[in-house]
């Protein structure tokens, strides 16, 4: 009997089977560590907790963040998360050209009401 053997993704990988339809457009899935992970539907208690984050951090911003939700963050050529918030260096127009890493990040904000354990072992470390 042979071991298995687990594949890891990288961000190029991820986008390649976006572009070629293995992955739905509407899917609701991370990179985390070359593994392609399903997010969990967001419950009213996640959206509402999330709104008023966004909320608060626009109206005290004044240019000195810019308020970025549920966007990807390109951590390395294994992890891409989305994180429910991030609050990034401007100007925008930088990342037209790429994701923000993790210099372009003030404070990121998961919102785990369902997902606290795996948001804690796997993505806080990321």
Known sequence: MSASITHRFTVEDYYRMAETGILKPDARVELIEGEILDM???GPFHAGAGS???????SLAQGRWLVWNQYPLRIDEHSEPQPDLMLVRPPAK???QSHPAPEDV???VEIADSTLRRDREIKLPL
């Open 40 to 42: 969990l539907p967001i």
């Open 52 to 58: 008023e984050l966004n909320a608060l951090f626009a």
């Open 94 to 96: 930088k990342y037209k």
């Open 106 to 108: 003030i404070l990121l």
